[in-house]
């Protein structure tokens, strides 16, 4: 089962921080469209107005500029919220590896800022974005829940640590917190633009815009790449779990594994294009091959992905169309 069926108090209302980036519009979005309420803080660093702008016209969102690195806001932000959805975050490898004390001070100090609000404010599940970079050089396959290895940039240490906050907010206060360990997600409302985008956007761009992708590497690495429909159901699964499944986190994958120069000639042929990419040195910080085991969030949270790669890609490609 999707998550357009699930059912919360009639008056439930959701705080989603980062909710003006890619992730956090589409939680927006898809819990107002199931009638809920939702707030949204957002510093628009890297997200966009233009992402929340349908959502302002609903009388059941509201939107705070804001930092969590300030606790008064995140404070404020928590007021009478029954469900963080904690998404605020700066994403990138590389560009963490440029600016690892900013990621320290938004990726760890933000989001305990939100826990401590949230555990202050008597919020009833804190759900936040990991990754799984956490993974590190861990080199068994598909990626397992506590077998991780060595970390490979500052980014995948923030969101570690933020991991190990969600475990102690869960022993020593009761906060019932869920780390959701998303596999390089795709779809609708992706930034394709900047050095820092993510690939999969950037090569539809880039394609569109008759530009020559190029590939990090011998594009042999290999990714779980997720819809964007399947995280929004892991979210709002993992609000609706038991309190014994908190204080963990979750894979959440399609379990499926596709080869980045695969990706690249599907793309090309969706999209009338025959360019063949250029090929660069790989990039420090990366993981080689990730993939999800996603049987432990199947267990404990019902979490049930019902889009898989070329299901989710279509869907994407038809919005970049139609969008770009
Ligand atoms: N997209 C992926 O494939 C992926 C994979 C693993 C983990 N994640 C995590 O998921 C979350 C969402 O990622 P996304 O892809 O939507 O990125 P995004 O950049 O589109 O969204 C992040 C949002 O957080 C906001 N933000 C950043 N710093 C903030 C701050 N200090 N205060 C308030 N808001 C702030 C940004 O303005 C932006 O709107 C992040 O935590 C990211 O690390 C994403």
């Known amino acids: 089962m999707g998550y357009k069926d699930l059912k919360f108090e009639k008056n439930a209302l959701f705080l989603v921080t980062g909710g003006a980036g890619f992730i956090g519009s589409n939680l927006c979005e898809a819990i107002l469209d199931m009638g809920y309420k939702v707030r949204c803080l957002d510093n628009l660093s890297t997200g966009r107005y233009e992402n929340i702008e349908k959502s302002t016209l609903n009388p059941d969102f509201t939107f705070?500029?804001?930092?969590?690195?300030?606790?008064?806001?995140?404070?404020?932000?928590?007021?009478?919220?029954?469900f963080v959805l904690n998404q605020a975050a700066w994403g990138s490898v590389p560009r963490s590896i440029e600016m690892p004390l900013l990621y320290e001070e938004i990726n760890i100090r933000g989001t305990l800022n939100m826990m401590e609000a949230a555990r202050q404010t008597g919020v009833?599940?804190?759900?936040?974005?990991?990754?799984?970079?956490?993974?590190?050089?861990?080199?068994?396959?598909?990626?397992?829940?506590?077998?991780?290895?060595?970390l490979l940039s500052p980014?995948?240490?923030?969101?570690?640590?933020?991991?190990?906050y969600g475990r102690l907010y869960k022993v020593l206060y009761g906060l019932d917190t869920y780390g959701m360990r998303y596999f390089?997600?795709?779809?609708?409302?992706?930034?394709?633009?900047?050095m820092y985008a993510a690939v999969i956007p950037k090569f539809i761009r880039q394609l569109m815009d008759g530009q020559v992708p190029t590939i990090h590497g011998d594009g042999r690495q290999s990714r779980d790449f997720t819809y964007i429909d399947n995280v929004i159901e892991a979210n709002l699964k993992a609000c609706l779990a038991p309190s014994e499944a908190a204080g963990e986190a979750y894979n959440i994958g399609a379990g499926g594994r596709e080869y980045l120069i695969d990706v690249y000639y599907d793309l090309c042929k969706a999209l009338g294009k025959d360019v063949e990419p250029e090929?660069?040195?790989?990039?420090?910080?990366?993981?080689?091959?990730?993939?999800?085991?996603?049987?432990?969030?199947?267990?404990?949270?019902?979490?049930?992905?019902?889009?898989?790669?070329?299901?989710?890609?279509?869907?994407?490609?038809?919005?970049?169309?139609?969008?770009l």
């Open 64 to 82: 705070i500029k804001g930092d969590i690195r300030d606790l008064d806001t995140c404070m404020d932000a928590c007021r009478d919220v029954d």
């Open 124 to 150: 009833k599940k804190f759900v936040y974005a990991s990754s799984s970079s956490v993974y590190g050089d861990h080199p068994v396959l598909p990626k397992q829940e506590g077998r991780e290895g060595k």
């Open 155 to 164: 980014y995948a240490l923030t969101k570690r640590v933020d991991e190990e």
């Open 184 to 194: 390089n997600v795709f779809g609708r409302r992706q930034d394709p633009n900047g």
């Open 279 to 323: 090929f660069g040195p790989a990039r420090p910080g990366d993981i080689r091959d990730s993939n999800a085991d996603i049987s432990k969030a199947r267990q404990m949270l019902s979490y049930d992905p019902e889009y898989d790669f070329e299901k989710g890609i279509n869907l994407a490609i038809d919005w970049y169309k139609e969008n």
